[in-house]
C-alpha cells in the first residue's frame, strides 16, 4: 500500500498527498472528498480501501488518521451544484476544495480514478487507487465516514427517507420512499428524473 508513496518519497517528494471521493452514486446529499497527506515517519496500520472495512474500523481509523497525518481536508459539492454542473465537475469540484483545506501545499498528488480533476498540481491519477495506496485508502476513510456522518444528520432532518440506514443510495427502501414523500431539499433532481419522470422534481 506504500509503493506509489515510497517511491516520490525517495524522490524528495515528502508531502504525498492522496486524494478520494465518497457518494458519487447515491440520489441525495453531496459527494465528498477528502485529501490526506501521511507522515513518512508514522505509518498507521490497518489503513485500506475505505469499503473493505467496516464501519467501526472506519470510525476508528478516522479519528487516527486525523491525529497523525502531517495534513488533511474535507471537501463538499452540493446536490445543487451536482445538479448544476453534473456529478463528474462536482467530485472535482470537491476534490479542489479538500486539497485547499489542508494547511499545507503538496509536492505531489495521487487521485483514486483514471480521470484528471485539475488540482493544478502534479498528479498520478491511478485506478482502484484506495486499494493500492495507503495515502488514497486514508483519504477514502475521511471522505466516507464524513459523507456517512452528514446522511445520519440529515435523517434526523428528513426521517421518512431513512438516510442513516442507506446514506442515500438508490436502495429499494429509498426510491419508494421518493415514491411517496416525493424528493427533499437535499435530493439531486438530476438523479430522480429516472425515477420521477420529466425534471425529476
Known sequence: MLQFEQALWAEGKRLVCGVDEAGRGPLAGPVTAAAV????????DG???SKKLSAKKREAL???ICQRSLAWGIGWAS????????????????????????NMTPDFILVDGNRDPGLGLETRCIVGGDGKSASIAAASILAKVSR????CELA???PQYGFDVH?????????????QWGPSPVH?????KKLLGGDGV
Not at 37 to 44: F, G, S, T, V
Not at 81 to 89: A, F
Not at 171 to 179: D, N, W, Y
Request: no cysteine.
Open 62 to 64: 478516522f479519528e487516527v
Open 37 to 44: 497527506i501521511l507522515n513518512p515517519d508514522d505509518i498507521i
Open 148 to 151: 456517512d456522518r452528514l446522511m
Open 167 to 179: 446514506k442515500g443510495y438508490p436502495t429499494k427502501v429509498h426510491r419508494e420512499a421518493v415514491l
Open 79 to 102: 446536490p445543487e451544484e451536482i445538479d448544476d454542473i453534473n456529478i463528474l465537475n462536482a467530485t472535482f469540484l470537491a476534490m479542489q476544495r479538500a486539497v485547499k483545506q489542508m
Open 188 to 192: 439531486r433532481k438530476s438523479f430522480l
Open 47 to 49: 489503513v485500506n480501501d
Open 156 to 158: 434526523q432532518q428528513y
